[in-house]
């Protein structure tokens, strides 16, 4: 099949529909139970590769924005894409997990199991991963960020406790 490329050349290959944007939020709209209206007609689009810092005083609703992008919070107007995935949709949530992750402003309340290996299986075991794969995984991420050693260490004497530069427990 021929056609017309972008750059305005005529190819023969066959042409690709433009990928979507990693992250695309259309007049988005949150208002807090309370009735508090945290967000208001926020429309941004995110390409693969991007990064973007989001910038505002305290309340500015950062946050708030940042909880919508894996479904923790549900716009109550506009629309949140990832990757082409509606998030209002059960299954498109499931698989936007996957790809979303969220790390919240206060580690206590994203560290809570009792040991630092069950704190970073945690993710993996609810993807529902076989338990082999999950300790390849806590491994993998332990080593990553030179924390090798610390699996049996209590959370609450280290990550939260030393946020950086950790070494391993004496055994
Ligand atoms: N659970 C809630 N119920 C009602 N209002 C809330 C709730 N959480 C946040 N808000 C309000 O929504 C607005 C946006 O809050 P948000 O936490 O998203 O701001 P932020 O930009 O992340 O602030 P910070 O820089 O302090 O982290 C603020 O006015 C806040 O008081
Ligand atoms: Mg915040």
Same mark, same amino acid.
């Given at each position: 099949?021929?056609?017309?490329?972008?750059?305005?050349?005529?190819?023969?290959?066959?042409?690709?529909?433009?990928?979507?944007?990693?992250?695309?939020?259309?007049?988005?709209?949150?208002?807090?139970?309370?009735?508090?209206?945290?967000?208001?007609?926020?429309?941004?689009?995110?390409?693969?590769?991007? $990064? &973007?810092?989001?910038?505002?005083?305290?309340?500015? !609703?950062?946050?708030?924005?940042?909880?919508?992008?894996?479904?923790?919070?549900?716009?109550?107007?506009?629309?949140?894409?990832?990757?082409?995935?509606?998030?209002? @949709?059960?299954?498109?949530?499931?698989?936007? $997990? @996957?790809? &979303?992750?969220?790390?919240?402003?206060?580690?206590?309340?994203?560290?809570?199991?009792?040991?630092?290996?069950?704190?970073?299986?945690?993710?993996?075991?609810?993807?529902?991963?076989?338990?082999?794969?999950?300790?390849?995984?806590?491994?993998?991420?332990?080593?990553?960020? !030179?924390?090798?050693?610390?699996?049996?260490?209590?959370?609450?004497?280290?990550?939260?406790?030393?946020?950086?530069?950790?070494?391993?427990? @004496?055994?």
């Amino acid at each position: 099949m021929s056609g017309v490329r972008s750059d305005g050349g005529v190819g023969t290959e066959q042409e690709h529909p433009p990928a979507p944007a990693v992250i695309e939020l259309d007049d988005l709209g949150f208002s807090y139970p309370d009735g508090h209206r945290a967000l208001e007609g926020i429309t941004l689009r995110i390409e693969a590769g991007e $990064r &973007v810092a989001i910038l505002g005083p305290n309340g500015a !609703g950062k946050s708030t924005l940042c909880l919508h992008l894996n479904g923790i919070l549900e716009a109550t107007e506009g629309t949140v894409s990832v990757c082409g995935l509606p998030i209002f @949709r059960a299954d498109d949530v499931k698989e936007i $997990r @996957r790809r &979303v992750g969220v790390v919240f402003q206060d580690p206590d309340d994203m560290l809570f199991m009792p040991t630092v290996e069950a704190d970073v299986a945690f993710g993996p075991s609810n993807l529902g991963l076989p338990e082999e794969e999950v300790r390849a995984r806590v491994e993998r991420a332990l080593l990553a960020v !030179g924390m090798g050693g610390w699996e049996a260490a209590p959370r609450t004497t280290s990550p939260s406790g030393r946020k950086s530069g950790p070494q391993p427990p @004496r055994s």
